[in-house]
């Protein structure tokens, strides 16, 4: 700011520089050195001519750097240079904003200014820019009340990836666990974490015990059975009968009104939900019968190893198994019998084998049944 008196009327040289030639206190911003010359005039046309010198001194030259992509209230340092003190602003976003080389704590994208001071008080100043990646979002589902070795599935909703806390990287993930547990999850994007999200698995230990006795378990059609319930610790009860017909009672009476081996199941569930299941045969018969299947296995793995004709009602009982070539090769009276595909302590070879079986029931006539049964191992 530049000042004269005396006159009544100014004009300033050179005016290039000046806010104002023909004010008595222009501004001047001169790039260097520069002496500026006024005229003065009073009221009387009189003139008078002073001069004044003006000293430029050097800017300093002002530097920041340090900007980058951050996550949401985190910290980054940022740095400066070119002056002997500092002070940054938003002054407020840095724990201390005096410093060369502060840490400042972001929300959002923003461009932060330091003014560079130099020891001929001088200044000048530079802008770093820090871009702030919002915070994700993540919402965790399911948990709850699970029955004792049962798997449940979790759900997270997220824009970007996530983690569960045990690892598993799906938003669906399946869960197993015999003790109630917390199940943490967190999203992240662009390496930004969210803040987690948790829900609970409440495990039910207290299982039902299922069991049951059918009386009686076998005879003529119509067969009638009792179905005795003795589960443990069950408020409600699904019964299958293995003939189409279904019961919720506790302890239901059904008519079994065709000949066969029905496998009665019964689920029982506690006040949670939580089933447990138990299974019964059921075998109804015309008078007497037997069943004979087509083919046995007797490779030694278990699973229909054997030969042998389930029955019914059956009073006498002779079986005869022939080979290919008419040759006896078993026998038995016993109609439980088992034959394991063997003669002589041989095994026998994959084929057809001719069985001929004379059987009489308690009601009926002696009965011969015939036919051929497959061998394969």
Request: with cysteine; aromatic share 14%.
């Amino acid at each position: 700011l530049l000042g004269v008196t005396g006159a009544s009327t100014y004009s300033w040289m050179p005016s290039t520089s000046l806010s104002n030639a023909t004010a008595a206190n222009p501004y001047a911003f001169p790039a260097t050195n520069t002496t500026y010359i006024v005229l003065g005039t009073d009221i009387w046309g009189c003139k008078d001519t002073d001069s004044i010198f003006v000293e430029v001194l050097p800017a300093p030259i002002a530097q920041a750097w340090g900007g980058a992509t951050i996550c949401a209230d985190s910290s980054i340092q940022l740095f400066a240079s070119g002056g002997s003190s500092y002070l940054w602003s938003p002054a407020n976003l840095f724990q201390d904003p005096t410093l060369q080389n502060p840490i400042a704590t972001l929300s959002s994208t923003s461009d932060l200014v330091v003014t560079v001071f130099a020891a001929n008080g001088c200044d000048n100043q530079d802008t770093v820019s820090v871009t702030v990646t919002p915070t994700p979002t993540v919402e965790a589902y399911g948990g709850g009340l699970v029955c004792l070795g049962r798997e449940t599935t979790l759900l997270a909703i997220a824009d970007g990836s996530i983690v569960w806390s045990t690892g598993d990287t799906m938003r669906h993930t399946h869960v197993y666990t015999d003790t109630s547990t917390y199940y943490t999850v967190v999203s992240f994007e662009n390496d930004c974490p969210s803040k987690p999200d948790t829900v609970f698995v409440t495990i039910d230990d207290q299982l039902p015990i299922a069991a049951f006795h059918a009386t009686p378990d076998s005879g003529w059609i119509p067969l009638t059975t009792t179905f005795y319930n003795q589960s443990q610790g069950a408020s409600t009860y699904e019964w299958t009968f293995g003939d189409g017909h279904v019961s919720n009672e506790f302890e239901p009476v059904h008519t079994f009104a065709d000949t066969g081996r029905f496998n009665v199941q019964l689920i029982a569930y506690n006040a949670n939900g939580c089933p447990d299941t138990a299974y019964q045969k059921v075998i109804v018969g015309a008078d007497f019968t037997i069943w004979v299947p087509n083919a046995f296995t007797p490779n030694g793995d278990g699973d229909n190893d054997y030969f042998n004709t389930p029955w019914i009602g059956v009073k006498e009982f002779h079986i005869m198994i022939y080979d290919r070539w008419g040759m006896l090769i078993y026998e038995s009276y016993n109609p439980d019998f088992q034959w394991y595909g063997v003669f002589k302590g041989t095994g026998c070879q994959e084929g057809v084998y001719t069985y001929v079986i004379d059987a009489r029931g308690y009601l009926s006539e002696k009965v011969r049944k015939a036919g051929t049964v497959t061998l394969m191992r």
